[in-house]
């Protein structure tokens, strides 16, 4: 892959690579940034697949587009702690992943496009484990698993569900603890429509309250997550929504 150092701000987009991102929801502290990135690089087997020079992220909600295989997932594997890059990760500019990664990890919430689990747990089993590390409002969890219903299947192994059943335990895990920044790497996929408009209360729920998210999607993504604002800013176009 061709891979260029460049990156580009162009409005409200940044072209990273090859993939670039949409900042939906503007909040008033906008000027804030929830993620830095300095000097990342990422290679497989000595290909290398990202190069970050610099990139800020404003508080809000951003929509990281790209190709099939542009690196995505690992720019969001990177930002969560999850596998090893050279260069820095910053939170709100003062957590970084060298000097704080228990910290930086704890903020930092991740859903997987494709989630694995081991087959022998069960949804309850790695809820409990996800509220006893990351804490978090057990009654407001619950609630959102009844609302995606999770309750009818999470005391069964979750090698007994279906992939949207999976997604959604996935979705649900991403919710937990007190994240600062939340990574949802394809959400959209598997999930039936009800589960996909209980997903965009619940964005728009959290984005109220300060938390930030970076969406994948080779889908577009529903209008009625970017209502709050009432200015969607793609690229060079500014619509203004009522
Ligand atoms: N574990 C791995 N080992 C080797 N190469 C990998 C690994 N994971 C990803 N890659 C390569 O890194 C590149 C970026 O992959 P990545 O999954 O980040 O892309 P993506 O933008 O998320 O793609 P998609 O839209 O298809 O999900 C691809 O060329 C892929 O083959």
């Avoid at 990156?7 to 939906?24: H, M, P, Q």
């Avoid at 502290?29 to 290909?47: C, D, F, P, W």
């Avoid at 587009?65 to 709100?92: D, H, W, Y």
Wanted: hydrophobic content about 40%; charged content about 20%.
């Amino acid at each position: 892959m061709t891979l260029s150092t460049k990156i580009a701000l162009k409005k409200n987009c940044v072209y990273i690579s090859e993939f670039f991102i949409f900042t939906f929801l503007k909040h008033d502290h906008m000027s804030e940034s929830v993620i830095t990135l300095k000097n990342v690089r990422k290679a497989y087997q000595g290909n290398p697949v990202l190069e970050i020079p610099f990139l800020e992220v404003p508080v809000g909600i951003h929509w990281l587009k790209g190709q099939n295989g542009a690196g995505k997932t690992t720019c969001m594997k990177v930002i969560a702690g999850l596998i090893p890059f050279s260069g820095e990760i910053l939170l709100r500019e003062d957590i970084s992943n060298k000097y704080n990664p228990v910290a930086l990890r704890k903020a930092i919430n991740y859903a997987e496009a494709e989630p694995l689990f081991p087959a022998y747990l069960t949804g309850n089993d790695l809820l409990a484990l996800y509220m006893n590390t990351k804490g978090g409002d057990k009654d407001w969890i619950n609630e959102v698993a009844t609302q995606l219903g999770i309750h009818a299947y999470i005391n069964f192994p979750v090698s007994s569900y279906s992939s949207g059943m999976l997604k959604k335990l996935s979705l649900l895990l991403a919710f937990t603890g007190t994240p600062q920044l939340i990574l949802l790497d394809e959400p959209l996929i598997t999930i039936d429509t009800a589960a996909v408009e209980t997903l965009y209360g619940l964005i728009r729920e959290k984005s109220e309250q300060g938390v930030s998210f970076i969406i994948t999607s080779h889908q577009p993504i529903d209008e009625s997550v970017i209502r709050l604002s009432g200015v969607l800013n793609v690229a060079d176009k500014t619509i203004t929504r009522n």
